[in-house]
């Protein structure tokens, strides 16, 4: 079973910044492709990037240009800088290992003046 942690959600002015923290365990993770999702209200969660095990990197049309997907692999960890943000990326952001259907518990993100 793959252990998902996500950290470092808040609440922000539109315009301001994020970093996004995903601990990962349970799996050996340099190999792994990993996701950040998110969860709007009233919405289906959404794939926002992905990054992996070679470090590519996708991302959702609606992030491109504003959000930056990187991993540590001596950390276990995968980050999402979030830069610009606006009202509509208010949402709960969850990380997940491609292949695998563990979650975590979620951090909220919340974009409003």
């Known amino acids: 079973q793959v252990q998902l942690v996500e950290s470092g959600g808040g609440l922000v002015q539109p315009g301001g910044s994020l970093r996004l923290s995903c601990a990962v365990s349970g799996i050996i993770f340099r190999f792994t492709n990993v996701a950040w999702y998110r969860h709007p209200p009233g919405k289906q969660r959404e794939l926002v990037a992905l990054?992996?095990?070679?470090?590519?990197?996708h991302y959702a049309d609606s992030v491109k240009g504003r959000f930056t997907i990187s991993r540590a692999n001596a950390k276990n960890t995968v980050y999402l800088e979030m830069n610009s943000l606006k009202a509509e990326d208010t949402a709960v952001y969850y990380c997940?290992?491609?292949?695998?259907?563990?979650w975590g518990q979620g951090t909220q993100v919340t974009v409003t003046s």
């Open positions: 997940s290992v491609q292949g695998y259907n563990d």
């Open positions: 990054i992996t095990s070679s470090e590519s990197t």
